[in-house]
């Protein structure tokens, strides 16, 4: 079974960047559809982006679009989410997700990192 750990979040004022990796701890990391949820403090889990075994295909909530970009090297096991132009609304605590099934559905993705604060200050 996959194991995953995130890592780069952080305190910054809006408006700055931030970029969250997320490595994979298997040697079949091509095989995996990614995805990164966050969970605000009261809110439920969101689906925030996703990305194909091969990487060519991505997704975006329209609230993180032309702001995030989802990508990802399998040479190196490892998903990225850079986050432009940040708000204090992306406040959060982010999740890189990985499944077996296809991208873009947010259902079924089953193995979970432990999850990185992001928190942006206005």
């Known amino acids: 079974q996959v194991q995953l750990a995130e890592s780069g979040g952080g305190l910054v004022q809006a408006g700055a960047s931030l970029r969250l990796s997320c490595a994979a701890s298997?040697?079949?990391?091509?095989?995996?559809?990614m995805g990164w949820f966050r969970q605000a403090p009261g809110k439920e889990r969101e689906f925030v982006a996703a990305?194909?075994?091969?990487?060519?295909?991505?997704y975006y909530i329209d609230a993180v679009k032309g702001r995030f970009t989802i990508s990802r090297s399998n040479a190196e096991n490892t998903v990225y989410l850079q986050m432009n132009s940040l708000k204090p609304e992306d406040t959060a605590v982010y999740y890189c997700?990985?499944?077996?099934?296809?991208?873009?559905?947010?259902?079924?993705?089953?193995?979970w990192g432990q999850g990185a604060q992001v928190t942006v200050s206005s």
């Open positions: 990305i194909s075994q091969n990487g060519i295909l991505t």
């Open positions: 997700a990985a499944k077996t099934g296809y991208y873009r559905e947010s259902v079924a993705y089953d193995t």
């Open positions: 298997t040697r079949t990391f091509s095989y995996y559809s």
